[in-house]
């Protein structure tokens, strides 16, 4: 490659064209993750209903 | 009693976190454990919840820690909606991480259980965070490269198909539910991918969407949101006064909003835009706004992008002192920051436009060397239009007025 000061003039008739590259990806804006949430009070609840059981489990026996 | 100080404890800290208020909720919980309690359910109630409040705080060593700890728990006592619900959050929070492939492990033994129960809204919360966990895959594999959107790697395409799959799966199901909020998020997400896939169309209809379902809430961030996002679409299909129109509407929303963060990236987008549409005041306007609020943040990065914009919009106006002035800022500032590449940018600006200014470059002989050197492994001949990158940007040339005769 040539030195700056010996380039080619024609070459550089170029004229102000910036990529589409100056917006980044980065600036993309993502919704907000959803964590699944559990409570103290549900258990609560169920133990003020009289109502200990919950589905698919049977009874463990303590080993 | 112990184990009413325990529940005690526990309740509020939920009461806190609900209000917003994650870290005093944070030190009731971790005093409920400090007391403890025999009742495994309470106890992994706990774990949960310190877990989520970690991740909300951006603490994600210890929400690991926390929702690993509900999993083990929740298996322990064989309660099978539990283990589901400490495996969605755990596969969140691994995903944060950059851990894909265990989030992925997780996030799909979500979707299993979920399933294996017949719990419909937990399937279609375990699709969005699988969706969520493929776009950040493909998305950090991408980033490692430099490509416009749409020109990718296979690992990366697949990554984001995938993402894309999950998304449609989750809409299909909340749609039948009626959650809209649910659906707002989805379209959300799913444009995005689209726009990384460059389906750019596919992308503004989903963010239209999501634009359509933030309105019918009332949701102004979300609405924001979607403007920004609906710009980024229309840049990459050649359409600048739309997404200047929408760019604009996320501007008017951040100021509303108060959030100069987002109000400074407005600004810098308005910026990039008005540059492709030639339209180089508007674009200084912008860009000192930028400039100002990034100073104000004392946020470094945005500073000397501001400059580097500004040294180029200048540059194509022909004012070349104020040219000068900012990329000597872009150059200190690279320098301090420590990015490299920015200062080489820097550096091969002010060369070319001390020599448009026919200044003498006797004083810069070293600089001149180390900007050859830079341009030659750059593989950056002038003859082709040297292209000097920074965050992928492709710095403008001097118009052929402002270029004088060096021979």
């Known amino acids: 490659s040539q030195p700056l000061a010996g380039g080619q003039t024609a070459e550089l ?42 589905s698919c489990t049977s009874k463990r026996k303590n080993k | 009693r112990m184990e009413a100080s325990c529940l005690e404890l526990a309740l509020e800290g939920e009461r806190l976190c609900k209000a917003g208020d994650c870290r005093a909720g944070v ?99 375990a699709l969005y965070n699988l969706g969520n966990v493929y776009h950040s895959k493909g998305k950090n594999v991408a980033n490692a490269g430099t490509h416009d959107p749409g020109e990718l790697p296979d690992d990366v395409k697949n990554a984001l198909q995938k993402a894309a799959k999950y998304y449609e799966e989750n809409l299909s199901i909340v749609t039948e539910l009626g959650d809209r909020a649910a659906q707002g998020r989805a379209f959300g997400n799913l444009g ?43 840049i990459f299909l050649g359409e600048f006064e739309t997404a200047a129109e929408y760019y604009r509407r996320t501007l008017q929303l951040a100021r509303q909003l108060k959030d100069r963060a987002v109000e400074a990236q407005a600004c810098y987008s308005l910026g990039n835009t008005y540059t492709l549409l030639q339209d180089y005041e508007k674009a200084i306007d912008y860009h000192l706004k930028h400039l100002v609020i990034a100073q104000e943040l004392h946020d470094k990065i945005g500073e000397g992008r501001a400059c580097w914009s500004l040294g180029n919009a200048y540059t194509a106006l022909g004012n070349h ?58 593989n950056g001949g002038r003859a082709r239009g ?14 052929p007025e402002k270029v004088p005769n060096w021979n």
Request: with cysteine.
């Open chain 2, 321 to 378: 002192d104020q040219a000068i002035h900012f990329a000597g800022r872009h150059l200190e500032i690279s320098r301090e920051v420590g990015d490299r590449s920015g200062e080489l940018t820097a550096r091969l600006n002010l060369s070319d436009l001390q020599m448009v200014l026919g200044l003498s470059y006797s004083t810069n002989n070293s600089m001149m060397a180390e900007s050859h050197a830079v341009e030659n492994s750059l």
């Open chain 2, 27 to 125: 030190s009731f919980f971790e005093a409920a454990v400090q007391v403890g309690t025999e009742d495994l359910r309470t106890l992994s109630a706990i774990y949960s919840q310190l877990g989520n409040a970690y991740f909300y705080l951006h603490e994600y060593a210890k929400a690991l820690e926390y929702h690993h700890h509900d999993l083990t728990l929740a298996r322990t006592i064989g309660d099978l909606l539990g283990e589901a619900k400490a495996s969605g959050n755990l596969g969140n929070t691994l995903k944060v991480l950059g851990n894909f492939e265990e989030a992925i492990v997780c996030c799909q033994r979500h979707l299993d259980i979920s399933r294996e129960l017949n719990d419909k809204v937990g399937e279609a919360r």
């Open chain 2, 386 to 399: 040297r292209r000097y990158s920074m965050e992928n940007m492709e710095l403008m040339k001097l118009t």
């Open chain 1, 13 to 54: 008739q170029s004229k102000v064209v910036p990529s589409k590259q100056i917006i980044h990806s980065d600036n993309m804006e993502m919704e907000p993750e959803t964590m699944e949430t559990k409570s103290v009070t549900d258990y609560f609840s169920k133990l003020h209903m009289g109502s200990l059981v919950y």
């Open chain 2, 192 to 234: 995005n991918t689209h726009y990384l896939l460059g389906n750019f169309r596919s992308a503004v209809l989903a963010h239209e969407q999501r634009l359509l379902i933030a309105k019918e809430f009332g949701d102004r961030s979300a609405e924001r949101r979607a403007y920004s996002n609906l710009g980024n679409a229309y």
